[in-house]
């Protein structure tokens, strides 16, 4: 979030940077399930490739995808208690934090009117 303070100080929620940040977040997940996805070992199937280099290849595949595979379910953590999940969360519970509160403030100063 940009200028999270402004000129008086004050802490500033701005709800269009929140959900720019709730999407670049669900961007992020979707790019480790595409490129998890993309670098499936099972998928090499190439007849150019032969012996030690295909062995050595597919082996690294192997790492890649199983790192990205850890990463994916850390981050996902089986829905709500992943990475992403949680963060989201976290960022739409402040922003109605905030609004709550602008709320309340607006109706106290209407009623003193």
Do not use: C, W
């Amino acid at each position: 979030m940009s200028g999270l303070f402004n000129s008086l100080g004050k802490i500033v929620i701005d709800v269009l940077e929140a959900q720019h940040d709730t999407r670049n977040i669900e961007n992020a997940r979707a790019k480790i399930a595409e490129a998890s996805a993309l670098l499936n070992p099972n998928k090499l199937a190439d007849d150019r490739m032969r012996g030690a280099t295909r062995d050595a290849f597919g082996n690294l595949l192997e790492t890649v995808h199983r790192e990205l595979k850890e990463m994916s379910e850390e981050v996902d953590g089986g829905g709500r208690r992943g990475i992403f999940a949680r963060l989201r969360n976290f960022i739409n519970s402040v922003v109605e934090t905030y609004q709550r509160i602008d709320r309340e403030f607006r109706d106290k100063m209407r009623s003193r009117s």
